[in-house]
């Protein structure tokens, strides 16, 4: 069974002023915090054991907001980041929580969304021999761990933010390892920048050929939510689509609910007293018209 890692570490320096005095991932997306939607992401690929890497500063108000997450059917762990060194990281930090499992990796400020996105994440989740990353093709590739393709269209190697692209595939901050990341990523050395590569990692599966590379179309959004232009951005997309659909995003309750994590009885119990917020009155209005809404 997988875990889950969302790494939520970092300084956030990129948004600052705003991130003086609160975590990236605690700011707001729309109408939740930005760490609901990794939280989401794991949950619609089935994983309910999640460990939330903090700095340890941050460490307090994550407990905070999120507590043991048994109000969603979940179970948190939490574990303070020293400093940044890298995402690969993660999994050095986490290898007392994995104790030996498959894990998947989240980065924090990432958002998911598009039809069928659940039937992806559970493919990925599908055989725990292999790696899967999440590919995604952007405008400027220079800017991200980017795909090379062999002759048949696998993955031939993963480069990190080359000046000269060899495809415009990202791989995007979403990643399922089998249950040797440990051992995989405790033997990556610091490269120039001075970091633990996610990259080096994904490269040793790809010359194992254990890897699956997924790739998202355009029915699918990968938003950064690290600047403020796509903080922006990504709120934007949120409001949009929930103002028009009558439908939320990463709404951690209704995923618990359409997951049967939670029953209605824990719900009303939960929220008999918010029902006057509208985030919350969402919530009572879906489980009082008798069913869930498809997650696909």
């Known amino acids: 069974m997988y875990k889950g890692i969302v790494l939520a570490g970092g300084s956030g320096t990129r948004l600052y002023p705003a991130t003086r005095a609160v975590s990236k991932q605690l700011l707001v997306v729309y109408d939740k915090p930005m760490i609901y939607y990794p939280i989401a992401t794991l949950m619609l690929a089935g994983i309910t054991e999640?460990?939330?890497?903090?700095?340890?500063?941050?460490?307090?108000?994550?407990?905070?907001?999120?507590?043991?997450?048994?109000?969603?059917?979940?179970?948190?762990?939490?574990?303070?980041?020293?400093?940044?060194?890298?995402?690969?990281?993660?999994?050095?930090?986490?290898?007392?929580?994995?104790?030996?499992?498959?894990?998947?990796?989240?980065?924090?400020?990432?958002?998911f969304f598009g039809h069928g996105f659940t039937g992806l994440l559970r493919e990925a989740t599908s055989r725990q021999d292999l790696a899967t990353v999440f590919l995604y093709q952007?405008?400027?590739?220079?800017?991200?761990?980017?795909?090379?393709?062999?002759?048949?269209?696998?993955?031939?190697?993963?480069?990190?933010?080359?000046?000269?692209?060899?495809?415009?595939?990202?791989?995007?901050?979403?990643?399922?390892?089998?249950?040797e990341v440990t051992e995989v990523a405790a033997g990556v050395e610091k490269s120039a920048r001075g970091e633990l590569e996610i990259t080096e990692v994904i490269n040793h599966y790809i010359r194992a050929k254990r890897i699956r590379g997924i790739k998202m179309g355009r029915g699918y959004a990968w938003l950064d939510t690290g600047t403020p232009e796509a903080l922006l951005q990504a709120s934007q997309f949120v409001g949009t689509i929930e103002s028009r659909q009558g439908v939320k995003i990463a709404c951690l309750e209704e995923i618990a609910y359409n997951l049967e994590l939670v029953d209605r009885d824990e719900l009303r119990r939960m929220l008999r007293d918010k029902q006057d917020i509208p985030y919350y009155k969402y919530v009572l209005d879906l489980i009082e018209a008798g069913g869930p809404v498809p997650l696909v």
Request: with cysteine; charged share 20%; glycine share 10%.
């Open 138 to 179: 952007v405008s400027d590739p220079q800017r991200y761990g980017v795909a090379e393709f062999d002759a048949q269209g696998d993955i031939c190697r993963v480069v990190e933010k080359p000046p000269s692209p060899p495809s415009r595939w990202a791989v995007t901050g979403l990643y399922f390892f089998g249950p």
């Open 50 to 111: 999640i460990l939330v890497i903090t700095t340890p500063q941050d460490q307090e108000a994550y407990r905070a907001l999120l507590g043991d997450g048994s109000q969603w059917g979940l179970k948190f762990s939490y574990i303070a980041q020293p400093r940044p060194e890298g995402l690969a990281q993660a999994f050095t930090l986490g290898r007392e929580f994995l104790d030996g499992a498959p894990a998947a990796l989240t980065l924090g400020d990432n958002l």
